[in-house]
């Protein structure tokens, strides 16, 4: 069964937040409508070939952990706790070999992946699947729910320190070329991501075919850079067996426990598997994973570890010191390349999350624009573009090098792969049916690693973790005060409920003038009298030919195909009530949606069809809603947010916004 969101009375029809209640209607009718299937058949379509999916993969979903040897063995040893034998390197290094193996490899390519909602994941999707799972508890669902929208609200913070840190480590590699390009690191940083940030408004169509080549490039270097190390150390491949890792931490209990901090880095991008699942599929993301990617992070973690085995000075910046020296400045050039594709994904992924959360009522409209009339998925949001810049360069200019923003790194994607491994365990158990053992068993050891993970990263928090922590609290308190100031919104619409039908009955017995054309009324709740219509009828005193009383849902799934798109409902005198739904990762384009209708006797004509919003005014006021500063902070928010008309695809030349005054 599935649970809807609703819309909010208050926002013309656009959907509402989870867990808030239907206005009680004075009068409820039977529903004459076909009600429609709402788990759709999957959407079906092209396949493209499996080695260019695999390619793609590589570009998209592996830039970000790709760009982990850049920084992650410096950090294990950059700071003194792990003094330089063979032992210890051998033990650093399998621990490396066995996060990647455990975290990696059996969490999310063996079993995160399979529990896809509807081909899509990521952990909105993931979330949406275990709030189903266990609609029939109603709090459980609601915890699981807050849990999971903090996550989501952590993935800003971590979409700020990894773009940062990415770029800014890899222009770091001119240092190793000449001690005199130091002055110069951070202007150049500052200059490649504003570039990369400005270029978003174009999309990522034309660039995009580039993006697997050069990752595919860069794997193949760092793989080569590895066996050139390993080769002058072949023993070195010992550490491939757990038991170095396991005999270091007997041994070293409590710096293992510190390092682990810095080790969790070498699966930066990890949840990117999973998210990125309903581009590419799970067969090419598991191939590209198994032959490219993880033999390639392991043979140059590997070859670092040979270097510092040679020359423990090498620990200033081990990647880039394993080149010789006519490679540096063409490696600079491939992992600045490189650290922008992942940064690139990531970007991708701000706004494709913030859209989705949008969708499920959780943030205001904010303005979307497609920047692909091909790809329906390719978007761009200017608030979210700049405000992630200048996040990022506040963390630059802040922490000024990688070291220092690797000390920030790590809270919120080892809160965000705890909060997976939850939610897993709940559909695992409520969605697939699997014996309460068999759940434990398969989710405890990711639990206790994760939670290792993230304790060890508590460490961070002064010395700059507090950094994306406080971005992902800021982001969850916005969203918290938007879905309660929506539910306050709908008990005001609640006390104010007209019934429709009773009040197009009443309309009835002594008509207002009829004109031509179509009005189209949108409206939060089905069977209730939209503001819009009452205004429209007290000043105008005329009602139109066609009148349709639209409601927009969004639902728990990513997709709702066209066809299962609208059920209609007459409610005569050619007046109809109609339901549109809405998957959170389709495009909201109402006008094409309510085509539909002409095949169920409703004629729309575009030239002579009119849209009325309601467009509220949000007025705070001492009572017993949220506090003070919340329900200012809410009313503001409603006020910026993006008009609906936009955010429905509407046609601004056919729209009429009639205004109202709300108190909450």
Not at 423 to 434: E, G, P, S
């Amino acid at each position: 069964m599935l649970h809807a969101h609703n819309s909010d009375p208050h926002s013309n029809g656009i959907p509402r937040a989870e867990g808030e209640r239907r206005p009680v209607r004075p009068r409820d009718r039977a529903c004459s409508c076909t009600r429609l299937r709402l788990f759709p058949d999957p959407v079906s379509a092209p396949k493209s070939p499996l080695p260019a999916l695999i390619l793609g993969a590589i570009g998209v979903v592996y830039g970000d952990i790709g760009t982990s040897v850049l920084y992650a063995v410096k950090e294990v040893f950059g700071h003194g706790h792990v003094p330089f034998t063979t032992e210890n390197v051998y033990g650093i290094l399998s621990m490396f070999v066995w996060t990647l193996t455990v975290i990696v490899s059996i969490k999310y390519v063996v079993l995160v992946l399979r529990a896809d909602n509807e081909g899509e994941g990521g952990l909105v999707a993931m979330l949406a699947l275990a709030s189903r799972a266990v609609h029939d508890r109603p709090r459980l669902r609601q915890v699981l729910l807050v849990v999971g929208i903090f996550g989501t609200s952590l993935f800003y913070g971590d979409g700020v320190i990894t773009p940062a840190i990415s770029v800014l480590s890899a222009v770091e590699g001119l240092e190793v070329v000449s001690p005199q390009f130091r002055h110069y690191v951070i202007p150049i940083t500052l200059v490649v991501l504003f570039g990369l940030f400005a270029v978003q408004k174009r999309g990522t169509a034309g660039i995009g075919r580039f993006f697997g080549p050069i990752t595919l490039a860069w794997f193949v270097a760092i793989a080569v850079l590895g066996v050139h190390q390993v080769l002058t150390h072949p023993e070195i491949l010992k550490a491939i067996s757990p038991h170095y890792a396991l005999k270091f931490i007997w041994d070293n209990p409590g710096t293992s426990f510190i390092i682990l901090g810095a080790t969790v880095l070498c699966v930066t991008g990890a949840e990117a598997l999973y998210a990125d699942m309903g581009h590419f599929g799970k067969g090419p993301i598991r191939i590209a994973w198994f032959s490219v990617v993880m033999p390639a992070l392991i043979l140059n973690y590997f070859g670092q570890g040979a270097l510092l085995l040679e020359d423990p000075t090498a620990v200033k910046n081990p990647f880039f010191m394993m080149a010789p020296e006519w490679a540096l400045i063409p490696l600079v050039l491939l992992a600045t390349a490189a650290t922008v594709i992942a940064s690139q994904a990531l970007i991708t992924g701000a706004f494709s999350v913030t859209r989705q959360v949008i969708q499920l009522g959780y943030l205001p409209r904010l303005n979307i624009e497609h920047t692909s009339v091909k790809t329906a998925g390719q978007i761009y949001i200017p608030f979210v573009n700049w405000g992630l810049f200048v996040a990022i360069v506040l963390a630059v200019v802040m922490f000024r090098n990688s070291s220092s923003l690797a000390a920030a790194y790590g809270i919120a994607v080892t809160t965000d792969m705890l909060i997976t491994t939850v939610l897993t365990f709940f559909v695992i158990r409520y969605a697939w049916k699997l014996p309460l053992a068999v759940c434990i068993a398969s989710t405890s050891l990711f639990f206790v690693v994760d939670f290792a993970f993230f304790a060890s990263n508590l460490l961070k928090l002064p010395e700059g973790g507090w950094f994306p922590l406080l971005i992902g609290s800021a982001i969850f308190m916005m969203m918290l005060t938007w879905k309660e100031g929506r539910r306050l919104m709908g008990e005001v619409q609640r006390a104010e409920a007209i019934d429709l039908r009773d009040f197009l009955d009443s309309v009835f017995v002594s008509p207002p003038v009829r004109v031509e054309g179509t009005a189209v009324f949108l409206t939060a709740e089905p069977g209730v009298v939209p503001n819009a219509l009452l205004h429209n009828l007290k000043h105008n005193k005329i009602l139109h030919e066609q009148n349709l009383f639209v409601t927009v849902r969004s639902h728990e799934v990513p997709w709702i195909p066209m066809n299962k798109r609208i059920e209609m409902e007459p409610l005569g005198h050619h007046c109809w009530q109609i339901i549109v739904h809405y998957g959170f990762k389709n495009d909201i384009d109402l006008p094409r949606a309510l085509e539909h209708a002409k095949l169920r006797g409703c004629q729309l004509e575009p030239m002579t069809t009119s849209y009325f919003l309601s467009r509220d005014v949000v007025t705070p006021t001492l009572g017993s809603g949220m506090a003070p500063w919340r329900e200012k902070l809410f009313a503001q928010m409603h006020h910026n947010a993006s008009g609906a008309a936009n955010f429905l695809g509407l046609p601004t030349n056919a729209v009429v916004e009639l205004g109202s005054k709300v108190e909450i």
